[in-house]
């Protein structure tokens, strides 16, 4: 039989391990009361021979004695909240360096390297890679803290000028050839 410490139910089934009215895990029925008084065999009696008490008092957690602190002036809608660590100064973002004309100078220059012999497309690109790639240069030297990206500036008139000088070479050599030829 087992019995349920809360609303101390008994039941038969041994199989049943919660009670059905409260929820409580069942414990073995014990036909004898359970001990109000828990003492240590081994432990030496005492004198009086009474318990040990380990708390006396109800342990209070959310004293109501609290000692009474001064309520703070609401602050105008203008004024900061005060800090316990200070002010600090806000950080200041610089904006980064524009780099969109070197980056379209070097993006036109690979592009008349890889598909510029297509359909001569690279006669259009490498010019303009030539201009972008030039314009950045002016704009980086004017104002070097708002322009950015020279390397890649660099980059992308390095590539259209080699295009153009191949293909200069490729004219020649076909030219050369038809006239050779014949």
Known sequence: MKQCPRCNLTYSDD?????????????????????????????????????TVLLDTARRTNPS????????QPLAPWQGQPSPQGQFAPYMMTPSPSQTLAVVSLGLGIGSMTIGWCC??????????????????????????AYGGRGLAIGGIA??????????????????AMIIGG
Do not use: H, M
């Open 65 to 72: 004695n609290w000692p009474n602190q001064p309520q703070p």
């Open 159 to 176: 590539t259209g000028a080699v295009f153009l000088v191949f293909f200069l070479l490729f004219v020649i050599i076909y030219g050369a």
């Open 15 to 51: 199989q049943l391990n919660f009670c059905l009215d409260d929820g409580e895990l069942l414990t073995e029925f014990a036909r004898e009361p359970p001990p109000t008084r828990f003492v240590d065999p081994s432990a030496k009696p005492y004198a009086d021979d009474s318990p």
């Open 120 to 145: 001569y497309l690279g006669l259009l690109l490498s010019p303009a890679a030539l201009i972008t790639g030039f314009l950045a240069l002016s704009y980086i030297k004017k104002n070097p803290e």
